[in-house]
C-alpha cells in the first residue's frame, strides 16, 4: 500500500505536532510505507520512534514494536495515549486481566501500536494470536540487542529472524543508536535484513560538552560543585558503578540541598518506578542510578549526565551520555575515571561467564575506554572516529579544546 509524503507529513504535523521531518525520517517512513525493510542507525533523540509509529499509522492493521525493557515501553505507551493515539503493551507488570484487555484490543483491531517483549513475542500462544490479525509492520527497537559482541547483549533477539520467515510480506525495522560496523552487520545477520535499505545518520551530538577528569577522592565534591555552579535545579543523571555507591552518593547529594533519588535494580520495584516517574514528570531531579536506569528514557530536558565510573566501553559510555540534551539545547557529559576502575572492571569480566573471545573483546573495548579518557586531543573526533563517523576538525566543545593540556 503506497501513501504519499503528504500524508505522513500530515500525520507528523497533526498527531505528533512537528512542522517537518529531520535527517532521513521520511525516507525511512516512504521505505516502510511501500513495503521495505530498513535498519536505521540515528543518535539519541534524533527521532527514530517517529520513523515506524507513522508508517503504523498509515498502514493497515497494527505496528509490533519489540521492546527489551518495560519502563521503555510504558514511557511510549504513556506518550502516545496523550496524542489520541491507540497504544499498549504487553508484558509482566500488567495483571492478568490488565493483559487479557490488551489482547481483546489486539484481535478486535482497537490498536495502533503493541509494545511487547521478546521472550512474550516468541511465545506459541503469542504467535498463533499474531497469525489471527492483520500486522502493519514489525519494529525491532534498541536491535544492537542482537549483538553477542555489543554492550547489551539479550539473548531473546536472537530468535527475532523468525519474524521474517513467519510474515515474509510484512515490513520490519531494526533501530539502535549505538551500533559500531561489526555491531551494525551482526544485526544485518542476525535479523536476516540482508536487504533492508541502511539510514546511518551521524553520530554527532554538536550540543554535548564532554568533560574527563582524573579521579580522586575529592570526585564528590567536584561534582556538588558541577551541579551547584553550572546547573542548579536543573535535571540530570549520575552513574554509579555499584548500588552502594547509588544509595550512598544520592543520600549524600540531598544532604547539600540537592534533590537526588537513587535507582537500581536492587531497590523495591515500586520505589523504583515512583522514583522513575518523579524524574520524568518533576523539575530538577538528579537520579543516581546504576546502568539498570536510561535506556528509551525519554525526558528531553536533562542536562547533564555524569558518570562517577569509568564506564565498560564507548558504546555503553556514548549511548548513556545520549540521555543528556535531546531537546537539543547545550548539556553536558561528565566523566570521573580512576586506575581502580579499571581493576574492578576487569575483575568483573575475569569472573563473568563469558568464553575467552569475548572477553577478549571487552577488554579491548574497556582499553578503549581509557584510552579516551587520556586523550589530549579533541574528544568528539575520537569519539565520532570509533563509530566510523569523521569530524574534520577539532569541535571546539569539549575539555581538551576549551582548555587544551599543557
Same mark, same amino acid.
Given at each position: 500500500m503506497n501513501q504519499t509524503p503528504e500524508r505522513a507529513l500530515q500525520v507528523l504535523r497533526e498527531t505528533f505536532g512537528f512542522d517537518g521531518f529531520r535527517t532521513s525520517q521520511a525516507d525511512v517512513i516512504e521505505t516502510l510505507l511501500q513495503g521495505g525493510d530498513a535498519l536505521v542507525l540515528m543518535p539519541t533523540g534524533g527521532g527514530k520512534s517517529l520513523c515506524y509509529?507513522?508508517?503504523?499509522?498509515?498502514? =493497515?492493521?497494527?505496528?509490533?514494536?519489540?521492546?527489551?525493557?518495560?519502563?521503555? *515501553?510504558?514511557? #511510549?505507551?504513556?506518550?502516545?495515549? #496523550?496524542?489520541?493515539?491507540?497504544?499498549?503493551?504487553?508484558?509482566?507488570?500488567?495483571?492478568?486481566?490488565?493483559?487479557?484487555?490488551?489482547?481483546?484490543?489486539?484481535?478486535?483491531?482497537?490498536?495502533?501500536?503493541?509494545?511487547?517483549?521478546?521472550?512474550?513475542?516468541?511465545?506459541?500462544?503469542?504467535?498463533?494470536?499474531?497469525?489471527?490479525?492483520?500486522?502493519?509492520?514489525?519494529?525491532?527497537?534498541?536491535?544492537? %540487542?542482537?549483538? #553477542?559482541?555489543?554492550?547489551?547483549?539479550?539473548?531473546?533477539?536472537? #530468535?527475532?529472524?523468525?519474524?521474517?520467515?513467519e510474515f515474509p510480506q510484512i515490513p520490519r525495522i531494526a533501530l539502535t543508536a549505538t551500533a559500531d560496523a561489526p555491531t551494525r552487520r551482526e544485526i544485518v545477520q542476525r535479523l536476516g535484513l540482508q536487504q533492508a535499505r541502511q539510514f546511518i545518520n551521524g553520530f554527532d551530538r554538536p550540543n554535548i560538552r564532554y568533560r574527563v577528569a582524573a579521579s580522586s577522592s575529592g570526585a564528590r565534591q567536584q561534582l556538588l560543585r558541577f551541579i551547584r555552579d553550572d546547573y542548579p535545579r536543573q535535571a540530570g543523571i549520575v552513574?554509579?558503578?555499584?548500588?552502594?555507591?547509588?544509595?550512598?552518593t544520592a543520600a549524600w547529594l540531598c544532604e547539600q540541598g540537592v534533590t537526588a533519588l537513587p535507582y537500581h535494580a536492587g531497590l523495591a520495584k515500586e520505589l523504583r518506578t515512583a522514583n522513575q516517574q518523579r524524574?520524568?514528570?518533576?523539575?530538577?531531579?538528579? *537520579?543516581?542510578?546504576?546502568?539498570?536506569?536510561? *535506556?528509551?528514557?525519554?525526558?528531553?530536558?536533562?542536562?547533564?549526565?555524569?558518570?562517577?565510573?569509568?564506564?565498560?566501553?564507548?558504546?555503553?559510555? !556514548?549511548?548513556?551520555?545520549?540521555?543528556?540534551?535531546?531537546?537539543?539545547?547545550?548539556?553536558?557529559?561528565?566523566?570521573?575515571?580512576?586506575?581502580? =576502575?579499571?581493576?574492578?572492571?576487569?575483575?568483573?569480566?575475569?569472573?563473568?561467564?563469558?568464553?575467552?573471545?569475548?572477553?577478549?573483546?571487552?577488554?579491548?573495548?574497556?582499553?578503549?575506554?581509557?584510552? !579516551? %579518557?587520556?586523550?589530549?586531543? %579533541?574528544?568528539?573526533q575520537a569519539l565520532l572516529?570509533?563509530?566510523?563517523?569523521?569530524?574534520?576538525?577539532p569541535c571546539g566543545n569539549c575539555d581538551t579544546c576549551l582548555h587544551p593540556p599543557r
Open positions: 509509529q507513522i508508517p503504523a499509522l498509515l498502514r =493497515d492493521g497494527v505496528g509490533i514494536v519489540i521492546s527489551p525493557l518495560i519502563a521503555l *515501553m510504558q514511557d #511510549q505507551v504513556a506518550a502516545l495515549s #496523550q496524542l489520541g493515539v491507540r497504544a499498549a503493551a504487553l508484558n509482566s507488570s500488567l495483571a492478568q486481566a490488565q493483559s487479557q484487555e490488551v489482547q481483546r484490543q489486539l484481535l478486535d483491531g482497537g490498536l495502533d501500536l503493541l509494545y511487547v517483549a521478546p521472550e512474550r513475542l516468541m511465545t506459541p500462544a503469542f504467535q498463533a494470536q499474531l497469525q489471527n490479525i492483520r500486522i502493519a509492520l514489525f519494529a525491532i527497537d534498541e536491535a544492537h %540487542c542482537v549483538s #553477542q559482541w555489543g554492550h547489551d547483549f539479550r539473548p531473546e533477539y536472537m #530468535q527475532l529472524s523468525t519474524l521474517h520467515e552513574y554509579c558503578l555499584s548500588r552502594r555507591r547509588v544509595e550512598e524524574f520524568l514528570r518533576e523539575d530538577g531531579m538528579v *537520579m543516581v542510578a546504576t546502568i539498570a536506569f536510561g *535506556m528509551g528514557i525519554d525526558k528531553p530536558d536533562v542536562r547533564f549526565v555524569a558518570h562517577m565510573n569509568l564506564p565498560k566501553s564507548l558504546e555503553a559510555y !556514548y549511548q548513556e551520555t545520549g540521555r543528556a540534551g535531546r531537546d537539543s539545547q547545550p548539556a553536558e557529559a561528565l566523566l570521573f575515571y580512576s586506575l581502580q =576502575d579499571v581493576v574492578t572492571l576487569r575483575q568483573f569480566l575475569a569472573n563473568s561467564d563469558a568464553d575467552e573471545a569475548h572477553k577478549r573483546i571487552e577488554a579491548h573495548k574497556l582499553e578503549r575506554m581509557l584510552g !579516551y %579518557c587520556e586523550l589530549t586531543t %579533541c574528544r568528539r572516529a570509533y563509530f566510523g563517523d569523521q569530524l574534520d576538525a
